[in-house]
């Protein structure tokens, strides 16, 4: 499979990133097993992870997922064939949160005993932190760096303010930059990033590898009235902001394309976020190795000029 490079960070990716929110959640550690297997075999490369997945499930502490994870390394013994993205900063606890300089060397020593690793491909700054100086966070990612256990940085969930100001401090200071942004993005939620984010993206040259890539699972056309909300956990949060006029205009041109591209709505969807300017892979998670195989679809196929005005008429 054709790979795209991260930035200008030397990690190149395939175009479809696997998203490892669901494992250990919706997905067991067999399960995850599988959707691994079944991702590395069909060409995929790049798994992204975070050390807080997934502490919103009760009883969880975070870290489930990349404790998965790392025993798939082990059993496996396939590290070298993957490029393995993690965050830090996420609010886990009271005292595990947020992008200072200690924490940051604690939690990336935990983060990488779960994932049974020496080294980190991408290590992100899950969100922003304002309390904390931008040049004191990439000086622990420097410190990092230096010692072997991450290869290139990025940022997620950062303002286009904070995100320049990070560059600028990152060539000022002679510190790591920021590699990538891992944004929301998707045919759904495009203006934000679009407006604001884009521009400092493309005039930096970094990469982008957008979460929600199918809008938690709206835009595989699963959920198309308030009765199919209950079809799975992420249904409530999706019923309140796309079920709506705009959400259903939408879905109607993904089943016109798809049905043209002899495709899914879901692979039109990844593949019109692989078309787009500046975008590297999107991150879409899986709970079985057949929806794996359907989102890895997703990188061969080629969208014409008529499905792209389509799409960006009904989602603009």
């Known amino acids: 499979m054709q790979t795209r490079e991260l930035g200008r960070s030397g990690l190149h990716l395939a175009p479809l990133m696997l998203g490892g929110n669901v494992f250990g959640w919706t997905a067991d550690e067999a399960t995850s097993f599988r959707i691994l297997d079944a991702f590395v075999a069909g060409g995929g490369n790049a798994i992204d992870t975070a050390d807080a997945y997934s502490v919103w499930v009760p009883g969880h502490q975070g870290g489930e997922s990349e404790t998965i994870i790392g025993r798939w390394l082990r059993r496996r013994g396939r590290r070298d064939d993957v490029l393995l993205a993690t965050k830090v900063g996420w609010e886990i606890n009271a005292q595990q949160k947020g992008l200072r300089k200690d924490y940051i060397l604690r939690a990336v020593e935990s983060s990488l005993r779960r994932l049974q690793t020496d080294y980190i491909d991408l290590y992100q700054s899950h969100k922003d932190d304002p309390a904390v100086p931008v040049e004191e966070t990439l000086e622990a990612y420097a410190q990092l760096v230096r010692a072997g256990k991450v290869r290139a940085i990025g940022a997620s969930n950062f303002s286009a303010g904070r995100l320049r100001e990070s560059l600028e401090a990152s060539q000022r200071h002679n510190l790591p930059r920021y590699e990538s942004l891992q944004p929301l993005y998707n045919l759904y939620d495009r203006a934000e990033f679009e407006r604001e984010l884009l521009p400092v993206c493309q005039q930096e040259q970094l990469g982008v590898i957008p979460y929600y890539g199918l809008a938690a699972g709206f835009l595989t056309g699963k959920y198309r009235t308030a009765a199919d909300l209950q079809k799975s956990a992420r249904g409530g949060g999706i019923g309140q902001k796309y079920l709506n006029d705009r959400g259903h205009r939408i879905l109607a041109a993904l089943d016109a394309v798809a049905?043209?591209?002899?495709?899914?709505?879901?692979?039109?969807?990844?593949?019109?976020?692989?078309?787009?300017?500046?975008?590297?892979?999107?991150?879409?998670?899986?709970?079985?190795?057949?929806?794996?195989?359907?989102?890895?679809?997703?990188?061969?196929?080629?969208?014409?000029?008529?499905?792209?005005?389509?799409?960006?008429?009904?989602?603009?």
């Open 259 to 316: 049905a043209r591209q002899q495709a899914t709505p879901a692979q039109v969807a990844l593949a019109w976020i692989m078309t787009q300017p500046g975008l590297t892979a999107p991150i879409a998670s899986a709970t079985s190795p057949e929806q794996v195989a359907e989102l890895l679809g997703a990188t061969e196929l080629q969208l014409g000029p008529q499905d792209l005005t389509e799409l960006d008429k009904a989602s603009s």
